[in-house]
């Protein structure tokens, strides 16, 4: 039975090896901790539909919630949710470097396993505001699946040192964790709602 691997880094002095490490547990469809622009998230390759039931048995989560996505930037975005050019002129701004981190809901496209999205016809998306995150979903290729790190209707996990009182079973915990230490900015993205194209839903601040 593998252990569950934590790593310290600095984000601000991040090692190409740390990088490559990343990506390839990714590429092995292991699920990952990683620091984000909003709080820890549990990550996995987008279209490994085995690590994203692996993520919803770790969180003990309802398969039925969706998971939203992280992109490396608009391309990526528009080869996954349908965006018109309304829409990506809402996006250009809602992502603008002095926004916050903002996750919205498309329409999906359908290209990724449906285990992500539930019975959802929306995806949710973000362009994270982290160059380590962007360098990452650079690196393999495909977007990555970010939720928070906890179990459902917990608390978020932001003391690394208890990480085996959280998993207890082996079996069902992340392959590898970095800890950044505590994040700047330690609540959810604010969340839109874009499918209606002519009317943006704010869901959450």
């Given at each position: 039975?593998?252990?569950?691997?934590?790593?310290?880094v600095n984000l601000n002095k991040l090692k190409p090896a740390t990088i490559n490490l990343v990506a390839d547990?990714?590429?092995?469809?292991?699920?990952?901790?990683?620091p984000t622009d909003t709080i820890s998230g549990l990550s996995c390759l987008a279209d490994s539909t085995a690590a994203i039931k692996k993520i919803y048995r770790i969180k003990k989560r309802d398969q039925k919630k969706p998971l939203l996505?992280?992109?490396?930037?608009?391309?990526m975005a528009k080869k996954y949710a349908a965006i018109s050019p309304t829409q990506s002129k809402f996006l250009k701004q809602v992502w603008a470097e002095n926004q916050p981190p903002t996750t919205v809901i498309l329409k999906n496209l359908h290209k990724?396993?449906?285990?992500?999205?539930?019975?959802?016809?929306?995806?949710?998306?973000r362009l994270p505001k982290s160059a380590f995150l962007v360098k990452i979903i650079k690196k393999?290729?495909?977007?990555?699946?970010?939720?928070?790190f906890n179990l459902s209707g917990q608390k978020n996990i932001?003391?690394?040192?208890?990480?085996?009182?959280?998993?207890?079973?082996?079996?069902?915990?992340?392959?590898?964790v970095l800890n950044a230490g505590?994040?700047?900015?330690?609540?959810?993205?604010?969340?839109?709602?874009?499918?209606?194209?002519?009317?943006?839903?704010?869901?959450?601040?």
């Amino acid at each position: 039975m593998k252990k569950m691997i934590q790593l310290k880094v600095n984000l601000n002095k991040l090692k190409p090896a740390t990088i490559n490490l990343v990506a390839d547990f990714l590429q092995n469809q292991q699920v990952v901790v990683l620091p984000t622009d909003t709080i820890s998230g549990l990550s996995c390759l987008a279209d490994s539909t085995a690590a994203i039931k692996k993520i919803y048995r770790i969180k003990k989560r309802d398969q039925k919630k969706p998971l939203l996505i992280l992109i490396s930037d608009f391309k990526m975005a528009k080869k996954y949710a349908a965006i018109s050019p309304t829409q990506s002129k809402f996006l250009k701004q809602v992502w603008a470097e002095n926004q916050p981190p903002t996750t919205v809901i498309l329409k999906n496209l359908h290209k990724l396993p449906a285990q992500l999205t539930g019975d959802s016809d929306g995806l949710a998306m973000r362009l994270p505001k982290s160059a380590f995150l962007v360098k990452i979903i650079k690196k393999v290729g495909v977007p990555l699946v970010s939720t928070s790190f906890n179990l459902s209707g917990q608390k978020n996990i932001i003391n690394f040192n208890e990480l085996t009182k959280y998993f207890p079973d082996k079996k069902n915990c992340p392959d590898l964790v970095l800890n950044a230490g505590r994040a700047k900015r330690r609540k959810p993205s604010r969340l839109f709602d874009l499918r209606e194209e002519k009317n943006p839903l704010l869901l959450r601040k």
